[in-house]
């Protein structure tokens, strides 16, 4: 079956996004404080029109949506194109295989944050993390195979960076078809996220005037 188009996939998970986003509410989801490797300076923001005073489980459920077109594009290309890469990357799978993974099965807004919530945010103490249950149900490895080549490896290293400049390509076609969608992604935000923002702000500052 051949691949849809880029643009297509975008359209489709533009949809996605646009449909999640009336969903979306403050309390929804736990981000985290610190700094999110996929959202930080990502292209996929400055071409889907979005600046970072949207809030990041918003801006991160668009641009992990937009990383899972890009990431299956580059498996596909790995698939079809790179073998001694695709071997490598079946056998390291079969390591994993089995284990129970928590970042596997994720929506895309979950995708790419840590599973487990920070210490102080949860009244009771977890018996047990989910990192923690992948670690025990992670079955015995496979017995090591011989080591590679040094012409292995450098075959490897070309089909790497062979991977990484499709990934770049990728990414640059998927932000030009982001492009046109930007005021349906603009008037999603000012209709369903802003409102909730200036609310919580409202709240916030009313939280800070002195009792009377
Ligand atoms: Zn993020």
New binding site residues.
Partial sequence: MATPPIEVRVTAAVDAWLRWVPGWSPGTHRGRARV?R??TGSPILSAAGLTNDVP?QV??AL??RMQRIIDRQVDEFTASSLPALHAELENAEMWDAGGYDPASGLAPEYE??DPDPEPEEVDQPFLFTLAGLAEESRPEPPLPRPPLSGEEKARIRREIELADAQAEEVGRAVCFALMPHRPRIQSAVERFVEPQVREMLDELSRGLEPPR
């Fill in positions: 999110c996929r959202c990041h801006l991160h641009v992990a790419g944050l």
